[in-house]
């Protein structure tokens, strides 16, 4: 048996590593695969609901954005399970957002700007 592995280790250790590399790359698809496949939301697509929704908020009544926060948490078009990722870091990236789109710099300006129309 010694003299098998001392004639053949070159074509052992070559087929280990092969079979290695090709787990290895295998584990890296299925780690990247790309699922659009299961019906997923772009994170476009969320922002722009939930900028929506900020909106119709901030024209009814005028918020910090602590109680903004909590009033999205609580808004009837507000799904707890589409919009699990929705934290106070999502919540400034859509007032930023809303910032660039009606061309201001506080939340108070926004909060006339979007009282104005």
Do not use: C, P, W
């Not at 052992?12 to 890296?28: Q, T």
């Not at 799904?79 to 929705?86: A, I, M, P, Q, V």
């Not at 009606?102 to 909060?111: A, G, I, N, S, W």
């Amino acid at each position: 048996m010694a003299d098998f592995f001392s004639q053949n280790l070159q074509t052992i250790m070559m087929v280990s590593f092969l079979v290695a590399a090709f787990l290895g790359m295998y584990k890296v698809y299925v780690m990247f695969e790309s699922k659009e496949g299961d019906g997923g939301v772009d994170i476009k697509t969320i922002e722009n609901e939930l900028s929506e929704i900020v909106e119709s908020i901030l024209k009814e009544t005028k918020l910090d954005k602590n109680a903004l926060f909590e009033a999205v948490r609580s808004h009837e078009r507000f799904d707890k399970e589409r919009y699990k990722n929705f934290n106070q870091n999502r919540l400034n990236q859509v007032l930023d957002l809303l910032h660039i789109r009606h061309k201001t710099d506080t939340l108070d300006d926004l909060l006339e700007k979007l009282k104005g129309k």
